[in-house]
DNA sequence: ACTTTTGCTGGGAACGTTCCCAATATGGCA
DNA sequence: TGCCATATTGGGAACGTTCCCAGCAAAAGT
């Protein structure tokens, strides 16, 4: 495991008879015209050396690095993985490489990248961000794409799930089954604005129908395991919930499989009883009892939109900013029920 | 997003009235002694032109990136995906920061990683490498811990799950709840001697108990659901199987999991009938129906002993090679039935 | 008062590339 | 044969750091 020492294009150079400035032309492809004896005499000595670029020469000189940053706040949430892993085909077919980085949901993991950015190490940042500090994104002064829509980021390119649309389509659904009570559960997890429109959606969705917002029905709470069973215990602790709370549309998955176990193990029968609908679909989703109906985020779409976005961003700085967002198909499982209209 | 022009620590020398050696001291932690006023001086400047230090040239002069690559076979499986969480409390408690790189079990991909590791970008690596190919890992000359036990990798350093020890976790429950014949399946997926580990042991744990061999019941099959899937086909198109075969023993959860379901839904009791153990214990395990017993393996302590090897061979190089492996726990659900012991 | 130690500083030379510019060789054309 | 256009080459000068070494002042010891 011994370090390998100065192999560097002087004596690739040396060997091959020419000079570092030819050596240098082979290794980097774009500084035109060598003749096809000299092009083979430094591959061969390159391959006998077993020289390898030294980026941070090359890097330095030329201020790219070929490596694409993408942020995500939980990589071990399969939404994600999936999300950055599809931006991979794209971007390296553009010649990038791409790494991708775990904030956790932490300001501070977020701080620690953003400095990796700063500093020149990558050439294009694909993210999520946990924070709402558009200006430290540009502030980097790197082409820079974000995952999941915001309504104040009117500078910079993002691709996402249109929330208003996914929303609408998991409330019409509910509707559609014969449900009027509908509830709602969500957060305000590190970005108000984005959730709020789930929460403004659901207000405008009502009013249209004609029917007035029930404060009772709106639960806020965490998007993770623990938000679902407080969620569970806050509907049951609501005096004759039955009557008062047809269905629950949920932020998340996450919550919604939560609640449905929890309910279950209380003996509420969901899909009959009380219907949730979630809005993700992880794989869990399909696994719960009984299984979540939900509105799938188009992952694919999202990832290769993204690369595109960037590629298209870092090969033309100064074109407009482009949003692209997709709205969300829904997966019908069990969890819903069907429902004779009343009142 | 303007790319920022050329602030140098020249620049900030200059502001601050000061040379740019001293400039480096500051930034640099390394280099020692300067004066308070200097240092207030210079942070000042720092602060005012909003400098930020270039890496390409840091790490040109120092060799060193401050980065680590951790490279997994796929980060949409939650199992890679918690490993490579994992590590990073470690590894930036050392300061140094992770990404990762996701092969997606593609060849191509890994050596494109390797390439990136080659040119000096990352200060270590932590792997789990598709092909087994150890002396391109070696090659690559610089610090690098295994993911996943290799029998061959003598001068790596190592952590994972001790593989014949979870194999024979799984082998003695089924054991101890009465099973005598007990089916394997498993594959040979990229790395051919892993895998026989499982196939060792579980032929090893047999001749143990005075049992033979019966080559109809060792399955190979890809671990993927497509793998369960053929596996319950497998089973069902056995002559008079109920009779033959009381309990499988699967190589990941993955298959399990889809052979669960595809032998509930030709109507066969798992948990009473058959007998399913799988291995990993992957979130869906709960949620199947009946939910999977399975061994889980120690992803909190791979991860973590991941980053304190890697971290250890960074500060010297020239310690000997280590291996930590976890043997795994058994997490006990239904899919496993108690049955009288006949034969 | 003189030396020695210590703390701090600045100047220059690396690190391994790429880029610019000038120099040479090659070929075509008159 | 001579002359111009073109293809190929080599020699520096960057790029922004860090490191080494020498210099200088202030503090400490004799």
């Excluded at 980026?55 to 330095?60: F, I, K, T």
């Excluded at 082409?143 to 980021?153: D, H, I, K, Q, S």
């Amino acid at each position: 495991m011994a370090r390998k020492q100065s192999i560097s294009i002087i004596e690739v150079a040396r060997l091959a008879g020419v000079s570092k400035s030819t050596v240098s032309r082979v290794v980097s492809d774009r500084g035109g015209s060598v003749s096809p004896k000299a092009e083979g005499l430094v591959n061969k000595a390159i391959e006998e050396l077993g020289y390898t670029r030294n980026h941070h020469a090359s890097g330095l000189r030329t201020q790219r690095s070929w490596m694409i940053l993408v942020m995500v706040p939980d990589i071990a949430n399969s939404f994600w993985a999936e999300i950055a892993r599809t931006t991979q085909d794209g971007l390296e077919a553009g010649g990038y490489s791409v790494v991708i980085g775990n904030t956790d949901w932490s300001e501070q993991r977020q701080e620690r990248y953003y400095g990796l950015a700063r500093s020149g190490r990558f050439d294009g940042l694909i993210l999520n961000s946990v924070t709402d500090d558009l200006d430290a994104i540009k502030d980097m002064g790197i082409p820079t794409v974000l995952l999941g829509e915001r309504v104040e980021a009117q500078d910079i390119d993002t691709v996402g799930t249109d929330t208003r649309a996914a929303t609408r389509i998991a409330l019409d659904f509910l509707w559609a089954r014969g449900h009027r009570r509908i509830a709602i559960a969500t957060n305000e997890h590190g970005s108000e604005r984005f959730l709020s429109l789930r929460r403004r959606t659901y207000g405008e969705f009502l009013s249209e129908k004609g029917v007035a917002v029930d404060r009772d029905l709106v639960f806020r709470l965490n998007l993770s395991e623990e938000g679902g069973k407080e969620l569970a215990k806050s509907i049951l602790s609501l005096p004759r919930w039955q009557e008062r709370i047809d269905a629950v549309f949920c932020g998340n998955d996450v919550i919604a499989i939560a609640t449905i176990d929890a309910l279950a193990a209380a003996g509420v029968a969901v899909g009959s009883d009380i219907s949730i609908i979630g809005m993700d679909d992880i794989p869990a989703a399909a696994h719960s009892r009984p299984a979540l109906t939900t509105v799938r985020k188009m992952r694919t779409l999202t990832g290769k939109a993204a690369a595109e976005l960037l590629l298209a961003r870092i090969s033309d700085p100064g074109r407009p900013t482009e949003k692209r967002l997709f709205p969300g198909e829904l997966v019908t499982r069990a969890s819903v029920a069907e429902r004779c209209i009343h009142t």
